[in-house]
Antibody, heavy 121, light 108 residues
Framework: QVQLVQSGAEVKKPGASVKVSCKASGYTFTSYGISWVRQAPGQGLEWMGWISAYNGNTNYAQKLQGRVTMTTDTSTSTAYMELRSLRSDDTAVYYC??????????????WGQGTLVTVSS | DIQMTQSPSSLSASVGDRVTITCRASQSISSYLNWYQQKPGKAPKLLIYAASSLQSGVPSRFSGSGSGTDFTLTISSLQPEDFATYYCQQSYSTLLFTFGPGTKVDIK
């Protein structure tokens, strides 16, 4: 069965960086993309970006350009999201989601369990 | 950027009620619209993709409709496990996705 298992909770100081991992299993990793979505406490879902596990192409949300980097390691079927220059408003649960696409739709059909990142001095 | 709005922001309903949630895009997105359900402390779950296609394993009481700028998620007979927050998401902008602000459905 398809599973996305994320790394554990992190506590970081303002200005630091965090790298969250998302290990995929149960499907051919390079046949899909991975999107990252975050959710601040009590707030809605915010799409952060997408990476193709096939060729590493990325697309990031404009507000995070320059602070976020998404990568994959196909040898371990793992996706990574690194966020730099952390601020208090980056405190959120971060999710990875398998992204499937066809000629007429995209969908986030499987999600990781979420990783809480807390930014606090 | 394409902006998404949802109405209502919250609603109270009873088991067995028919519930309708609306999502509107700031420009035409054809049928590039997905719906997700999220329960507290859990990851979102895909319900509907391409505006009206039911994701595998999702009960048939969930349905989606619409195209262009206006979309609807309908729950034909609300069940206890359906109390959750529902989000729409556009995928028209190639690989630039946007979620709506969410609609919380709680018990009347």
């Amino acid at each position: 069965q398809v599973q996305l298992v994320q790394s554990g909770a992190e506590v970081k100081k303002p200005g630091a960086s965090v790298k969250v991992s998302c290990k995929a299993s149960g499907y051919t990793f390079t046949s899909y993309g991975i999107s990252w979505v975050r959710q601040a406490p009590g707030q809605g879902l915010e799409w952060m970006g997408w990476i193709s596990a096939y060729n590493g192409n990325t697309n990031y949300a404009q507000k995070l350009q320059g602070r976020v980097t998404m990568t994959t390691d196909t040898s371990t079927s793992t996706a990574y999201m690194e966020l730099r220059s952390l601020r208090s408003d980056d405190t959120a649960v971060y999710y990875c989601a398998r992204t499937e696409y066809s000629s007429s739709w995209y969908r986030f059909d499987y999600w990781g369990q979420g990783t809480l990142v807390t930014v606090s001095s | 950027d394409i902006q998404m709005t949802q109405s209502p922001s919250s609603l109270s309903a009873s088991v067995g009620d028919r519930v309708t949630i609306t999502c509107r895009a700031s420009q035409s997105i054809s049928s590039y619209l997905n719906w997700y359900q999220q329960k507290p402390g859990k990851a979102p779950k895909l319900l509907i993709y391409a505006a009206s296609s039911l994701q595998s394993g999702v009960p048939s009481r969930f349905s989606g409709s619409g195209s262009g700028t206006d979309f609807t998620l309908t729950i034909s007979s609300l069940q206890p496990e359906d109390f959750a927050t529902y989000y729409c998401q556009q995928s028209y902008s190639t690989l630039l996705f946007t979620f709506g602000p969410g609609t919380k459905v709680d018990i009347k």
